[in-house]
Structures are given as C-alpha cells and as structure tokens.
C-alpha cells in the first residue's frame, strides 16, 4: 500500500523488520541492557556495514531496506519515549525470542507513527498511528478479496457470501473491480464475517469501522486515490529541486514578515479526534532469519593519524553552525552533524569522514578525540544541538 | 552558495524538522499558504505555534517546495544562425517564451528581454516581478533587472563586441533565470 508521504507501508517492510531486528539483537549481546545513545549507535555502526543483500529497494521509491532502517532508527532517537516503553516491558534477562518480539513490536509502532507524521507533512490532514494501521488493513482485506474473487470457483461460498447472494456463474464484480476504488465496503464488512475477519473480532481497535460502510468507503478512496496518481507520477517532486533547502528562505521569510497591523485572532487547528485509539493488539512476530556477515563487524577502526588536523582544516570556522559551537571543539561538532544530518552526506568535506567507512567517525572515535568519555560526549553533544535549535528557530 | 553554506543550510533544515514526541499539524494549509504568498502574515502566536512544531514546519516544507516547483526557474537558448554578416536582431530562448532584441549599434546599443504573453507562467512571473538575469555561456551578465508592466526589460548592451560576436565566443548558448537574492 502507497499512501502520500508514507515510506514503510509496502512488502519490503518485511525486509526492513528483519534486518532492525537482526542488528538490534547483536547490539544486545552485551550482558547489560544498552541505554538508548548505545543502542542507537551500535546498531548503527552495524547497519552502515550491511551487505549488497540489504541494498535491495525496500519501496516503491527505491529507499533501501538499509537506508530505510537506518531512517527508522534515527526516529527512534528523536521519539525515546518509545525506547522508554520498550525498555520497561522487558524482564531482567529477556531470553532471544522475547527480545526478538518486542524488537519487533517496537518498530511496527514506530513505523505506523513516522508514515503518519509522514502522511501529515505530504498532505496536510491529520493522521494518526492507528489510522494508518487501519488504512492498511482495509487494503489487506481487499487484497484478501480481489484474491477470492479471483479464484471464485475454488471460493464460490465465501465469494456469495460476500457479495450476498449465490454463485454460479462468474461474478461480474470479479471482472469490474480493478483497483481498491472499485471494492464496496459492504464487501469487506461480510468478508470479514465470513472467516472472523479484523472486523469481527473482541477486538475493540477497528471499532470505528464496525457498521460504518462509509467510513471503510471514504478510507479505500483515499488509498485508491493515490494510487492512481502515483502510478502516473512515479517520481518524487521533490528531487526536482536542484536546492532541497531552498524552503529555508520561505520559512524564514514567513517568520520575519512584518505582522498585520490589526492581527485577529490565532487561527490554530484544533487537537483532532482519534477514531482509532483503541488498543494494540500486538503484531505479527516472523522469525528473524540470520545474515552471518553481519556478525563480523569489527569492532572500533582507529582513525589515520592527523585526522583531527586535516579535519579541522577541512572547517569553515566562519559558518553559522561552527560560530555557534565554537567553544565546543570539533569532535562535538562532527558529533552534531552525526546525530542530525547521519554520518553520510554529501555536503561533509572528505577530511571529515574516517577513510575506512566513508562516514563521520563513531561517537567512539569522536569521545576518543575529544579525550572524554562517551557519556560526557553526549551530554555536550545534545546541549549544543539545544542552542542551535534555538538559533534556528528565529 | 559555498560549500560552508550548504554545510550550514543541510544542518539548519534538520535541526528545524527533526521529530519531537506527540507533534501534530498546527495550522492550516490555507494559513500556511495565505503566508508563504505573503497575503495574510502569521500572528505572533501562529509564528509560535509554528517555530515550536516540526511537523508543521515540515508541511510548510512540502508546500513552499511545490511553490518553487510550480514557479519559472530558467529558459535556455543558442545562438542557432549561421553568421551571414548582418547584424543580429533578436535571440529566442528554446522554449520560445522569452526574445532578446538587439537595436541600434556600436556605443549605443541597446538590448531587450521580452516576456511572450503567451508563457504559461506569463502571469504568475508579472505578478510576482522576481529579479531576472541574462546570462551567457561563460557566466557573464548580459542583463540585470525586473520586468516592467508589458513584460519588458531594457539595458544597455554591456560588452564591446557586438550581439553576435559576443555570444559566438561565449559559448554560443544564453539563459534566461531568476537572480539568487
């Protein structure tokens, strides 16, 4: 399923949950629980070294599974309330296939949060997590019925008990139902009654959708919508733009403008209802199966000597970022960058990046230059992130 | 834009939409838009409201982007005639939607850039009269200046070659854009 903006909601997020899954495992091989800096940066460290196997296009867009797990990993830093809730869920020593579900449940919340905050930015309504959940599984329960349709034959009770009367012939809805636009919710309501479907279960997270046919025809309009738009325009705007930063000056202008002389009154949208908070039921839990090469990763590079040096040459002292941070050193400033923009950009100078990954080197690396230790690295870190976000902001 | 800057602008544009727990769309598309357009400015407290939700910064990402995409950027042309030794009177951009015309000659020479009333951005580029330049092949600028009201821009001719000369050693292509501020 494709929806405007959203990234993990397609086949290849199967690819994407193992591999989170597999690297997260390795990164809680040590006997203590990592805090959320640890794990971040270890799986990391893992994932930047992933093999050709995990190059593979994880999407319709072509985001790779590895650069799409890299992608949900840095949400997670930014969301560590759900790194919180992961971590209170866990029992003292978790055996693997525990650690593996919960891993697993993690990032299947994760998902559905970043596509909707995805799906929002792409097209200005609101969406919540569990919307987007729903969403797809109103597609799934399409699929589920183009597929019987389709083999009416093999189904003939089932296809008559959804369209609602007896088969004898091949159904004429079979040949009309192209596309997701064309399924008439009453369909999905009695394909669900039919075999104890998301709808008819004690269940009380689809409860919006429970008797609500328009509610269920207005939400595969959506996801039709898009799709037949997306299938006409494949590529992403976007990539267009020979600046992906020129919005900065709208932004910045649209904050500097001089107000009205008699503003009114602040037009803020209201909070929006969620139809969808009911509980999670949990999600679905796959084996994760096992890549050996990632299991070889060495454990901390040293950088060449003078790195610190050629680095500093490399900087722009001058500019708006290091001005802000000059007192911090530039360990912690390649640290920033890091943590904000990833360890590989191509707006980083050559001398900024360890010649034996291509990338910013490791928060280990860094803590090393900076001759403090990992924790410190961090705090100076995040505070000097807190006074540009303030710089930034006005 | 150097290097440094890019450095600068990639940090700013994350910093200014990195995540942050139980955001939500603060404001309007047609708020965001009446402010991008410079109709209906933000009130204090929008700008707050704004300033304080990454989401909504990224909506109003999404929507200056499609903005700029929307918008004329740049026309390219060539230098297509063969010199047959009579002065050059007007050069076309590929597109068609832009003539420079060359009147008058030696110290006096005069050159025009003409927007054809026919562009499908005719309207949106008079209305919002951006600074336009004329470049030739190697960078230089040949014309500097906002259109007038029929969608003209005048300036002396600046090289000490005449038209055709000039463009035959620069490279023999010229472009229309608009001028960075």
Known sequence: MRLPGTRYQEHGWEQVRKLLGQCSLAAFASPSLPGLDDYIEAVAAILHQAGARWQAPGNSYGDSVRDLAL????????RPGDWTAFCVTLPAAPGEALLRKKINDMYATLRDKVDSDNYQAACGRACSPNRMYAYRMLDTAYHEVARLFADWRSHAAQVGAILGRDIDAA?????????????RPEWILRWSASCGGPLHTRSKRFDALKDNPAKIKAMLDDIAEYEALSANLDADWRHDLDDATLWLDDYWRVLAAPEA???GPDRMLEEPLDDFAGLDDGVDNEPVDIDPALDLIAASVSLPPGFLQMARLAEDQTSWAARIMIEDGLPVRLAVHAKLTGVEDDAYPDAWCDPATGALPTMQQLAGLAGVSLPTLRKRRDAAIARLLAAART | MT???RLDRTLQAALLVAPREHDRLMLADAVLLAALDGATPLSAGERAALAASPLTIRRLRHLANARTASQWRASAGMLRAADSGAPMAELVTDDGFWTLHFIGSGAAMRVILQLNAEAPFAREVLARQPMLQVVDGT???VLLGRLDADGECESAWPFALAPAQHFQQAGAVFSVETARP
């Not at chain 1, 992608?71 to 930014?78: D, F, I, P, S």
């Not at chain 1, 159904?171 to 009309?176: F, K, N, S, T, Y």
């Open chain 2, 3 to 5: 290097a440094a800057d």
């Open chain 1, 171 to 183: 159904p004429i809805e079979a040949r009309q139902m192209q596309s997701v636009g064309h399924c």
């Open chain 2, 139 to 141: 960078g230089a600028v």
């Open chain 1, 71 to 78: 992608t949900l990993l840095y949400e997670l830093q930014a």
């Open chain 1, 261 to 263: 002389a008699a503003p």
